[in-house]
């Protein structure tokens, strides 16, 4: 029961019939921190949009039908949050280790889905990693592993394809 409806409740008027449940707050705050990285370069591209849309759909189990209130919610809450934390805080004490090593994998994912990389995009992914309790280390390791993920999906005969002009990480 949202805040709205409990009101109505309490002031014994009738909820609205047509008042949504308000989507998971873990899952806006993560889509929240995706919409972040995608604008920190100030260009939303399509294919950040298709990205975001696509980890919060398969990884976080939103709905296709729930997928525009999701990313409207989460684009509401960037626009008006002073600072990262308050979303990090959230996912830290919900995700699990896991959980919160996918979605910096995502968040890679998202700046390399346009085929570059600018600084801005890749200080803000590395203090949101960090923010979700990673070291450089895992940080590092999570950015070479959607590096390389990218680049073996871009065909090798394809030299304009994304990421063909990107140099691949060192080998250990």
């Not at 919610?73 to 919900?94: G, I, W």
Request: charged share 35%; hydrophobic share 45%; glycine share 4%.
């Amino acid at each position: 029961m949202g805040i709205e409806a409990l009101r109505a409740f309490l002031a014994g008027k009738p909820a609205r019939q047509d008042e949504r449940a308000r989507p998971d707050p873990v899952v806006v705050a993560a889509c929240a921190l995706l919409l972040e990285i995608a604008h920190a370069d100030d260009v939303f591209r399509p294919e950040e949009r298709e990205r975001i849309a696509r980890h919060i759909r398969d990884e976080m189990g939103v709905a296709d039908s729930d997928l525009r209130d999701v990313l409207r919610l989460a684009e509401e809450e960037r626009r008006e949050s002073v600072d990262l934390f308050q979303f990090t805080r959230l996912l830290a004490n919900h995700l699990s280790r896991e959980q919160r090593l996918k979605l910096v994998e995502a968040i890679w994912g998202v700046v390399y889905s346009d085929g570059t990389l600018s600084e801005v995009e890749s200080h803000l992914a590395r203090r949101i990693a960090e923010l979700l309790g990673f070291q450089h280390p895992e940080v590092q390791a999570a950015k070479e592993t959607v590096l390389v993920r990218e680049t073996a999906a871009a065909a090798p005969e394809d030299r304009s394809a994304p990421f063909s002009g990107l140099p691949l990480p060192k080998k250990k």
